[in-house]
């Protein structure tokens, strides 16, 4: 039996890491696993401009931990005025990869995002010149669809067409949670694939209502049924490089998770690699998460894998109950539970 696994250090493609006290909890966690990650620019108000993305770079910069090296890759919050030119500035300053495209109203900060697509046109003109790719959050917002096809409407209703119009668009259709889209991402051309997380591949909708009910495990999007969790994990397991490790870790403090109206976002960073790890190896798949977690992410973005490595170990880790933070605290993925793989 394996008890070790040494892999390139992996990148986190898509992470919530907030700011100020929230941040300085949770950055030390993501770095302690993640060389680079994809930090989600949907703060208040949200960051929509080069400049915003430097400043929160500098404040980033600030809270890791002097012995790690973790560098932070911020994706602008593109608006229905979001022009060209800032998507070339954000190219050139080096603190952009790729732009990030939340439909008004999907999830949490959402509201000043894109109404209509064509209202972008000329940034994603743009995106297709510099070879960046959009990242795109993937669900649609009508209230009248019921809220566990969300995603697959949106495959159907939004992401087709706009694959059909832009063509030559590299697009990761992000936090994948149904077999719609494994099936839709692995017959599309190489321009389009998906982040997925440890809780959509760890997790099914039971884990929202097992031993009553529990807000700490809704998030968007919403956890689905178990044949929709095996074709992800599949999915994430299958060696196919049009899908890659993103945690869409998102913390929120307990007192907005547990009230009505509270928050969707799972806290899944503190022990995201470990969870992975856990899940590869109970599919006999242990030798496809290196890729997953450390090159497939990279070679989409166009960007360099990261050199160095990280180690994991075979020995129980216990995830806290909570942390924490600011008066309040933040519950983890799988608080309380056992996980078999830790970091060295
Ligand atoms: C994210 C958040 O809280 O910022 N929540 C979530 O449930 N994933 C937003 C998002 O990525 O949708
Ligand atoms: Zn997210």
Redesign the pocket.
Known sequence: MIKELTITAPDDLHL?IRDEAMMQLVLPHSAAQFRRATI?P?LKPPVTTTELALAYRERIMAAIPSNMLFTPLIPLYLTDKTAGTEIRRAYESGISRAMKYYPAGA???SDSAVTNIENIREAIDVMIELGMPLLI?GEVTDPSVDFFDRESRFIDEILEPLRRKVPDLKIVME?ISTKHAVDYITSADSKLAATITPHHIALNRNALFAGGINPHNF??PILKSEDNRQAVLEAAISGNPKFFLGT?S?P?ARANKERTGG???LYSAFAALPIYAEEFEKAGALDKLEAFASFYGADFYGIERNSGTVTLIKEALTIPDYFDVDGDQLVPMRAGDMISWRMA
């Open positions: 919530h989600m949907n999830t949490t900060n959050h936090h998030c968007f869409d998102a929120h928050f969707g976002g």
